[in-house]
């Protein structure tokens, strides 16, 4: 199970809740290892026995390498063994990435000011999953399973709603690249 907690910022614990031991209780070659936690509902309120700060270091993720890409690419259903690289050459070439030692992707500025810019408006253009469920729409398509057509409509659809929040958030993307780009920002909001 596991029980997520609001206080300011989130916190997450994971365990099992045993209802009954059963045959543990008298099995003894066999034991139970895991955490224990209460048996929560969605919504339920607890007082914790301890709150403890710890300190503590926050790091940047290891740099990816193209492999790593691509091994991030198969687990998300994301491209072929035939187009991955394109999609990797795409990303370098938009300058949304860079190589570092020519093995790492280090972010790019435009990318970072992207990503800021669409986390910040909440449209999740950055993640994975928008050209995950695409490909498996495209597959099911192929295998009769999906008319091309009602894909298309979505499609089309999704996007200018994405575009429509695009343009009346412009200003968050205006102030994001060109805090990146380091200019100033062009949009004038004071209208």
């Known amino acids: 199970m596991d029980v997520n907690v609001n206080i300011f910022e989130n916190f997450r614990a994971k365990g099992l809740i045993i209802k009954e031991y059963n045959y543990l209780n008298v099995y003894k070659y066999e034991n139970w290892k895991g955490k224990s936690i209460g048996d929560y509902c969605t919504g339920d309120t607890f007082t914790p026995d301890e709150i403890i700060m710890c300190r503590g270091e926050t790091t940047a993720p290891q740099l990816l390498t193209e492999s790593d ?113 380091q200019s100033t920002p062009q949009y004038n909001n004071t209208s």
């Open 69 to 181: 890409i691509i091994t991030l690419m198969d687990k998300h259903g994301i491209g072929t063994d035939a187009t991955q690289a394109e999609h990797i050459e795409k990303i370098k070439m938009r300058q949304y990435v860079s190589l570092y030692q020519k093995i790492y992707f280090i972010p790019g500025k435009l990318g970072m000011a992207l990503v800021e810019s669409y986390d910040q408006m909440g449209i999740g253009f950055a993640q994975p999953m928008l050209r995950a469920d695409l490909e498996k729409d495209l597959q099911k398509i192929c295998d009769g399973k999906k008319n091309w057509k009602t894909v298309l409509d979505a499609q089309i659809q999704f996007y200018m709603d994405m575009f429509g929040k695009l343009v009346e958030n412009q200003h968050i993307m205006d102030v994001s690249v060109g805090k990146y780009i």
